[in-house]
């Protein structure tokens, strides 16, 4: 019988070789292995991209025309506040104008009033005497004020 020496010449760099080709096997393996998962993956990614894409044009469509009816209505409430503000200035201008037209003689009808109420007043009293005041636009000064006062009870 012959031994393994005789029949199997394997010298260590034929070994080595051998090693080298099973381990690149192993490596081409997996290496191939991860390249399969990398386009699951890539597929599942594509198939999401166009699934969100089928989804997103729509609702950008919808976007826009709800942007433009915002901006119809911004329009219409601008117009609405111009519309506001000319009346708030046509108010103010009739109010000032009011003022100024009624507002004096208003004053010195009330100021004649009260002056025709104060005189009657006294004039029904009799002989009760009260202070001289002074009535300047709707409001009364004691007589003292003026300048011209009076002293009860004594002549001068």
Do not use: H
Not at 35 to 46: D, E, F, I, N, P
Not at 55 to 72: D, F, I, Y
Not at 97 to 118: D, E, H, I
Request: some cysteine.
């Amino acid at each position: 019988m012959t031994t393994c020496k005789e029949r199997c010449n394997v010298s260590g760099g034929e070994v080595a070789g051998i090693l080298v080709a099973v381990f690149w096997a192993i490596l081409v393996s997996f290496l191939a292995l991860a390249l399969v998962r990398l386009a699951q993956t890539l597929k599942a990614a594509t198939k999401l991209v166009a699934d969100v894409t089928e989804q997103a044009v729509p609702l950008l469509g919808e976007a826009s025309a709800t942007v433009r009816s915002a901006n119809t209505q911004l329009a219409r409430v601008d117009s609405i506040t111009a519309d506001v503000q000319e009346v708030t200035a046509n108010a103010s201008a009739l109010s000032s104008t009011v003022s100024s037209a009624f507002g004096g003689p208003l004053v010195k009808v009330a100021a004649f009033g009260y002056g025709v109420r104060r005189a009657i007043g006294r004039k029904s009293a009799g002989s009760e005497q009260r202070p001289e005041r002074t009535v300047i636009v709707g409001k009364t000064l004691p007589s003292a004020r003026r300048g011209g006062r009076r002293n009860r009870g004594s002549k001068g």
